[in-house]
T-cell receptor, first 113, second 114 residues
Framework: GDSVTQMEGPVTLSEEAFLTINCTYTATGYPSLFWYVQYPGEGLQLLLKATKADDKGSNKGFEATYRKETTSFHLEKGSVQVSDSAVYFCAFLTQGGSEKLVFGKGTKLTVNP | GAGVSQSPSNKVTEKGKDVELRCDPISGHTALYWYRQSLGQGLEFLIYFQGNSAPDKSGLPSDRFSAERTGGSVSTLTIQRTQQEDSAVYLC????????????FGDGTRLSIL
C-alpha cells in the first residue's frame, strides 16, 4: 500500500553543516511530492514541492529532486542554521479520488550553534 | 482570514464526553481535510470534503468520529464518547481542488482526554 519511509531521527548538526534527510515512497503512478516542516510550537508549513519526475523543489536554501527511478525525494541543504531546527515530514499526494497526503513519520533536526 | 483557522487550540475533557473541533478553511478552497497527529501513529488522514460532500471517510477510526461541512466552508469534527486513545493533535488542511495543489494546514487542536 501507499507509504513513505524517511530517515529516522533525531538528527543533530552543527551550524553550517550539510544536511540530507532521505525519503522514499511507495505509491501508484507518479504522485506530487512534498516536504513539510513543523517548527517548535507551530503548525505544519509547506517547505517545497515537486510535481513530476526530475523536478527540483527549492525554498529557503532547501532542495529536493523528484527521482522516479528510485522513488525518492531526499531533502538537502548546504549550510544549516540554528533556525532550521524543526521536524521535517516527507509526503506525497495520492492520485484519483480524495488526493490525500500520505506522510512519513517525520525527522527531528536540531542545529547547534 | 489569511490562513486555516482551528478552534479551540487546546481541549481537555473527561473520558466519555463528546467534543467538537472546528475548522475554518482558506476562503475559496473547496477541498478540506482532517488529519490526526499522534506520537505513536504519526500523521494520519481522517476525512476529505469536496464542497459539502465527504467522498472519502476511510480514515475515520471508529463510528464515534463524524464530520460535517456546511456552506462549502466551515467544518466540524465530532468525537463522541471520547477515549484516552483519542488524545492527539487534530489538524485541518484546505486546498484548491486541482491536481497537485498543496494543502495548507491550520495550527491544530490539541485534544487531551483525562
Amino acid at each position: 500500500g501507499d507509504s513513505v519511509t524517511q530517515m529516522e531521527g533525531p538528527v543533530t548538526l552543527s551550524e553550517e553543516a550539510f544536511l540530507t534527510i532521505n525519503c522514499t515512497y511507495t505509491a501508484t503512478g507518479y504522485p506530487s511530492l512534498f516536504w513539510y516542516v513543523q517548527y517548535p510550537g507551530e503548525g505544519l508549513q509547506l517547505l517545497l514541492k515537486a510535481t513530476k519526475a526530475d523536478d527540483k523543489g527549492s525554498n529557503k536554501g532547501f532542495e529536493a529532486t523528484y527521482r522516479k527511478e528510485t522513488t525518492s525525494f531526499h531533502l538537502e541543504k548546504g549550510s544549516v542554521q540554528v533556525s532550521d531546527s524543526a521536524v521535517y515530514f516527507c509526503a506525497f499526494l495520492t492520485q484519483g479520488g480524495s488526493e490525500k497526503l500520505v506522510f512519513g513519520k517525520g525527522t527531528k533536526l536540531t542545529v547547534n550553534p | 482570514g489569511a490562513g486555516v483557522s482551528q478552534s479551540p487550540s487546546n481541549k481537555v475533557t473527561e473520558k466519555g464526553k463528546d467534543v467538537e473541533l472546528r475548522c475554518d478553511p482558506i476562503s475559496g478552497h473547496t477541498a478540506l481535510y482532517w488529519y490526526r497527529q499522534s506520537l505513536g501513529q504519526g500523521l494520519e488522514f481522517l476525512i476529505y470534503f469536496q464542497g459539502n460532500s465527504a467522498p472519502d471517510k476511510s480514515g475515520l477510526p471508529s463510528d464515534r468520529f463524524s464530520a460535517e461541512r456546511t456552506g462549502g466552508s466551515v467544518s466540524t469534527l465530532t468525537i463522541q464518547r471520547t477515549q484516552q486513545e483519542d488524545s492527539a493533535v487534530y489538524l485541518c488542511a484546505s486546498s484548491f481542488y486541482s491536481s497537485n495543489q498543496p494543502q495548507h494546514f491550520g495550527d491544530g487542536t490539541r485534544l487531551s482526554i483525562l
